[in-house]
């Protein structure tokens, strides 16, 4: 046995080193493809260049062929006019000496005088004899000796260094997580983030075991993103970021753990109404649903053996949170959340289809009675919606209704205070407070729903949104604020 354990751990070892040379091959393969490659990207990154270059070469040298070819014009306008003028001087002069040769007094006179005229107004004397321009060009040249100095500097990109997630910048809300970040120094060459997170239930440095993949959000180019519509299913999140620039992504920042713990639950099918059918976080109103299950119950009833059922077992966590209880019957057309509240402040929201006739939303006591009504008892609290001929809007509590005086949200959301006594309703999509009740609860609260034709979407795993927060900051700053319907034990 000792020698059979020896050769199995030498067999194991030699598949472990021919995996290796395979996996050393592969990597030299890659190292070769990736230099030639790297090669390839760098002939383009010069050819790139070398076409920049060329193409100022030629517009610079076109800009010298224009300021030639206006000075040359311009120099050959200033020839022409003293070609001109040179002309007229010399038909001038030549009619000079032949005046000379004229006998006549007054004859001599008069053609001096006309002589005398016309060399007053001749071109000539109105010639500038300097050029109008110069033959120098050094104002159209080029020193590249700084260019040249940057172009000696040109080096591989550097890999970026990684940044640092700023922590109090870093905000957990309305479902939403915002990260903040910076880079240890200022890097130009940056040109985009990459944010990875992941959810986990433990509160330290991500695990090598048992952890859920990274969720990757890649080309962020600020240093803060927001990761929004989130559902906060675990306690805590791991998030971590790198920065990339054109070549090559640096090392990521050091992990930090946000906790986005929020109350969870799904629906309870197994202690529903008959006429429910129910599907994790949606139930909906079957009206047949109830004779065919009551047949079928009724034979599982005569073969039932003494053996519980897995699904009810009191050994399930989610089962110990509601107790064993019968399904409810009658005209409760309830079901209730898996997950009992037990401290803490919680938050989750509730969606009506637009054809429902009537629904209730609320939390109980655990083990109500199978006849029992979100609201009709002393240990359960709802607001209830009926749109059944008109629509009414009420709170609940103990049998005593009253009547809501505002418009019907088409998403309600529910917050639980267990430790401060108080059970808040609010419009979801405007924050907008609908009701509270105030009382001490002296038992865990079960999430309630009633529902009559139609479907109810629960939303959990919802953080208390900020405005929520604030609304009941302000609310249990006032005074006299109770309802009368709030059972105060």
């Keep these: 046995e000792t020698l059979q354990r020896i050769v199995s751990t030498l067999v194991n070892k030699n598949d472990e080193i021919h995996n290796f040379i395979d996996m050393l091959n592969h990597t030299i393969s890659n190292v070769q493809v990736n230099s030639s490659n790297a090669i390839s990207e760098l002939d383009e990154e010069f050819d790139g260049l070398y076409s920049v270059l060329h193409e100022m070469k030629g517009s610079m040298a076109n800009t010298i062929q224009q300021e030639e070819a206006r000075k040359i014009q311009a120099l050959q306008d200033q020839l022409s006019q003293c070609s001109r003028a040179l002309e007229s001087s010399e038909e001038l002069l030549e009619l000079a000496v032949q005046s000379l040769d004229i006998k006549n007094p007054v004859e001599l006179l008069e053609a001096a005088r006309q002589i005398k005229d016309s060399v007053t107004v001749a071109s000539a004397f109105r010639l500038s004899l300097k050029p109008k321009v110069s033959d120098s060009m050094t104002h159209m040249m080029v020193d590249f000796a700084l260019e040249k100095r ?3 500097a040109v080096k591989f990109l550097p890999v970026p260094k990684a940044p640092e997630i700023d922590v109090a910048a870093c905000l957990v809300a309305d479902n939403c997580v915002t990260i903040s970040w910076r880079m240890p120094e200022e890097d130009s060459r940056i040109d985009h983030f990459v944010l990875e997170y992941r959810k986990t239930n433990f509160d330290g ?7 859920q993949h990274w969720e990757l959000v890649d080309y962020i180019k600020a240093t803060q993103y927001t990761l929004s519509g989130l559902k906060f299913d675990t306690k805590y999140m791991n998030l971590r970021v790198q920065a990339c620039n054109k070549a090559v992504a640096g090392e990521y920042s050091d992990p930090v753990t946000l906790e986005t713990k929020a109350f969870v639950f799904s629906l309870d099918s197994t202690s529903s109404h008959l006429n429910l059918k129910v599907e994790d976080t949606y139930v909906e109103w079957d009206p047949t649903g109830g004779k065919g299950q009551e047949k079928i119950k009724g034979k599982e009833n005569k073969n039932r053996s003494n053996t519980a059922s897995p699904k009810r077992s009191s050994n399930s966590p989610r089962a110990s949170a509601r107790g064993s209880r019968d399904r409810f019957a009658g005209e409760s057309y309830t079901v209730l959340g898996d997950t009992a509240v037990e401290s803490g402040q919680h938050y989750w929201e509730v969606r009506a289809q637009k054809d429902c006739k009537s629904y209730s939303v609320g939390v109980t006591y655990r083990n109500p009675g199978k006849f029992d009504q979100l609201g009709k008892t002393n240990s359960s609290w709802c607001i209830h919606i009926n749109n059944w001929l008109q629509t ?15 418009p019907v949200p088409d998403r309600i959301g529910v917050y639980c205070d267990f430790d401060g006594g108080q059970l808040s309703f609010y419009n ?5 407070l609908l009701h509270t009740f105030r009382t001490k609860f002296t038992q865990p609260l079960l999430p309630g729903f009633m529902i ?27 005074s006299g604020s109770t309802s009368s319907l709030n059972n105060v034990a």
């Design 392 to 406: 009414t809007f009420s709170a609940k509590h103990n049998n005593k209704a009253k009547t809501l005086d505002i």
């Design 452 to 478: 009559w034709c139609g479907g109810l979407t629960v939303s959990t795993g919802l953080q208390v949104p900020s405005a929520v927060k604030t609304l009941q900051k302000s609310e249990n700053g006032l």
């Design 205 to 211: 440095l991500p695990r090598l075991k048992g952890e």
């Design 150 to 152: 940057m172009l000696q």
């Design 428 to 432: 979801a999509n405007s924050k907008a």
